[in-house]
Nanobody, 118 residues
């Protein structure tokens, strides 16, 4: 059974940091591209960060470049999103996505809420 389980969300003040984790199981994690998406209230889901396979190239939305870092640990089947200098505009539900390269096979987690507020 495929599972992506996000954790690490919560309430943080502007300028603060959070690290999200996404633990994967039920598929060969090391074969998959991994991404973080987010969806704010009333807005469409948007991609935030991406790390590909096999080269581990990363890419970021312009709005988070220089503040967020995506990384992965194949030994732990986990992908991370380190978020620094958080802004109120970063408030959203954050989702983990796994996509098998050159296919339409992809999986989603259930999401974790991040709220940036004073």
């Amino acid at each position: 059974q495929v599972q992506l389980v996000e954790s690490g969300g919560g309430l943080v003040q502007p300028g603060g940091s959070l690290r999200l984790s996404c633990a994967a199981s039920g598929f060969t994690f090391s074969d998959y591209h991994m991404s973080w998406y987010r969806q704010a209230p009333g807005k469409e889901r948007e991609i935030v960060a991406f790390i590909n396979r096999p080269y581990d190239t990363t890419n970021y939305a312009d709005s988070v470049k220089g503040r967020f870092t995506i990384s992965r640990d194949d030994a732990k089947n986990t992908v991370y999103l380190q978020m620094n200098s958080l802004e109120s505009e970063d408030t959203a539900v954050y989702y983990c996505n796994a996509r098998r390269p050159f296919t339409n096979v992809d999986y989603w987690g259930q999401g974790t809420q991040v709220t940036v507020s004073s």
